[in-house]
């Protein structure tokens, strides 16, 4: 029996001929006790059963709640989001018959939005989850979706391909829609944060020569892509000391000197905070013992440096790009 009370949920749509309820709340970003609530209180339930009360959910099923998830997005009560829902989704064209072309999905089938309310574009089924359950606030459903992302597709994958675009996403809204959907952005940050730390392992612990110190450069305070490499580099057992945002440059050399570590990643979002002189500065410090003098390798992370490029130092493009180049020296 699965968690979520469906029983053989692994591969069940191509043996039931549907989905489960635990697949159809994943697929909304809903919590499952939401969508057996639906089917109870206003009749939004599958069409047919299959099997005793296992119960299987079609594609028209789920267009309704599709529909549901976006009326009630609006603010729209929820005994009214349904009734419009059955009213507008049409029931389930037969099948076609043997030698014909199956006829095209509807266009609100075919959008890559399915009723989130952003404009996702060609993205991950994932993402579609995730900006509905940020954009209904439902702390529940979007903890378990990010859960089941990261372990799924892993941690990188899961930044790169489902968080990030939700992300962008939902600043575009909040950017285009007079500042109405900041919460938004920061629930959504919040609960990212939240999972990267369930998710990681514990930090591994010192070794000489190996630990990579990650802190934003001064007056720059978005820290969530520095928390997602942190979290991708004590996945892979590497040390790691994080310091957050804002780091005065005094504190900066200050970490520096003590932890004496293999790669500095300086996290820049604006070019208004990117310094290169900063990061000459950090690159040119030195310890160890005379003769065996060594430099840490700084990685100039951010859109903040794009035109403000250090001569003889990484700017990595992303996050996977970020945690090769400190293997590449941590591991030598």
Same mark, same amino acid.
């Not at 029996?1 to 591969?11: A, I, L, Q, R, W």
């Not at 996702?120 to 994932?126: F, H, I, M």
């Not at 529940?140 to 089941?148: I, S, V």
């Not at 820049?268 to 990061?279: E, H, I, K, V, Y």
């Given at each position: 029996?699965?968690?979520?009370?469906?029983?053989?949920?692994?591969?069940s749509?191509?043996?039931?001929?549907g989905?489960?309820?635990?697949?159809?709340?994943?697929?909304?970003?809903?919590a499952?006790?939401?969508?057996?609530?639906?089917?109870?209180?206003?009749?939004?339930?599958?069409?047919?059963h299959?099997?005793?009360?296992?119960?299987?959910?079609?594609?028209?099923?789920?267009?309704?709640?599709?529909?549901?998830?976006?009326?009630?997005?609006?603010?729209?009560?929820?005994a009214e989001?349904?009734?419009?829902?059955?009213?507008?989704?049409?029931?389930e064209?037969p099948?076609?018959?043997?030698?014909?072309?199956?006829?095209?999905?509807?266009?609100?089938r075919?959008?890559?939005?399915?009723?989130?309310?952003?404009?996702?574009?060609?993205?991950?089924?994932?993402?579609?989850?995730?900006?509905?359950?940020?954009?209904?606030?439902?702390a529940?459903?979007?903890?378990?979706?990010?859960?089941?992302?990261?372990?799924?597709?892993?941690?990188?994958?899961?930044?790169?391909?489902?968080i990030?675009?939700?992300?962008q996403?939902?600043?575009?809204?909040?950017?285009?829609?007079?500042?109405?959907?900041?919460?938004?952005?920061?629930?959504?940050?919040?609960?990212?944060?939240?999972?990267?730390?369930r998710?990681?392992?514990?930090?591994?612990?010192?070794?000489?020569?190996?630990?990579?110190?990650?802190a934003? %450069?001064?007056?720059?305070?978005?820290? *969530? #892509?520095? $928390?997602? !490499?942190? /979290? +991708?580099?004590?996945?892979r &057992?590497?040390? %790691?000391r994080?310091?957050?945002?804002? *780091? #005065?440059? $005094?504190? !900066?050399v /200050? +970490?520096?000197?003590?932890? &004496?570590?293999?790669?500095?990643?300086?996290w820049?979002?604006?070019?208004?905070?990117?310094?290169?002189?900063?990061?000459q500065?950090?690159?040119?410090?030195?310890?160890?013992?005379?003769?065996?003098?060594?430099?840490?390798?700084?990685?100039?992370l951010?859109?903040?440096?794009?035109?403000?490029?250090?001569?003889?130092?990484?700017?990595?493009?992303?996050?996977?790009?970020?945690?090769?180049?400190?293997?590449?020296?941590?591991?030598r």
């Open positions: 029996m699965g968690p979520n009370g469906d029983v053989g949920e692994s591969g749509a191509s043996r039931g001929g989905l489960t309820t635990g697949e159809v709340a994943r697929r909304l970003g809903v499952p006790t939401t969508v057996r609530t639906w089917d109870r209180r206003y009749g939004l339930g599958p069409t047919a299959t099997g005793g009360r296992h119960r299987r959910w079609t594609d028209a099923d789920v267009a309704r709640l599709e529909r549901m998830c976006a009326l009630t997005a609006t603010g729209l009560p929820p989001a349904a009734r419009l829902a059955l009213d507008e989704v049409m029931p064209a099948a076609p018959r043997a030698g014909t072309a199956p006829p095209p999905a509807p266009a609100a075919r959008r890559s939005r399915a009723g989130s309310g952003l404009r996702l574009g060609d993205v991950r089924q994932e993402c579609r989850g995730v900006a509905r359950a940020a954009l209904r606030l439902d529940a459903a979007l903890d378990e979706l990010l859960r089941t992302a990261m372990e799924e597709h892993g941690l990188v994958t899961a930044w790169t391909e489902v990030v675009p939700t992300l996403a939902v600043g575009r809204k909040w950017e285009s829609s007079g500042e109405r959907y900041v919460e938004v952005e920061h629930f959504l940050s919040w609960h990212v944060s939240g999972a990267l730390r998710h990681a392992p514990p930090v591994a612990a010192d070794r000489p020569g190996a630990t990579t110190v990650l934003c %450069v001064p007056a720059e305070n978005h820290t *969530l #892509p520095l $928390e997602v !490499l942190a /979290a +991708a580099l004590a996945e &057992g590497l040390p %790691v994080m310091f957050g945002g804002a *780091l #005065p440059v $005094e504190s !900066l /200050a +970490a520096v000197r003590r932890t &004496g570590p293999v790669a500095v990643g300086l820049a979002q604006s070019r208004t905070t990117a310094s290169r002189p900063l990061a500065h950090v690159a040119a410090m030195e310890w160890g013992v005379r003769g065996a003098r060594r430099k840490p390798v700084v990685l100039t951010g859109p903040g440096w794009a035109g403000q490029t250090v001569q003889g130092l990484p700017r990595p493009s992303g996050l996977a790009e970020a945690v090769t180049a400190v293997e590449s020296v941590a591991l």
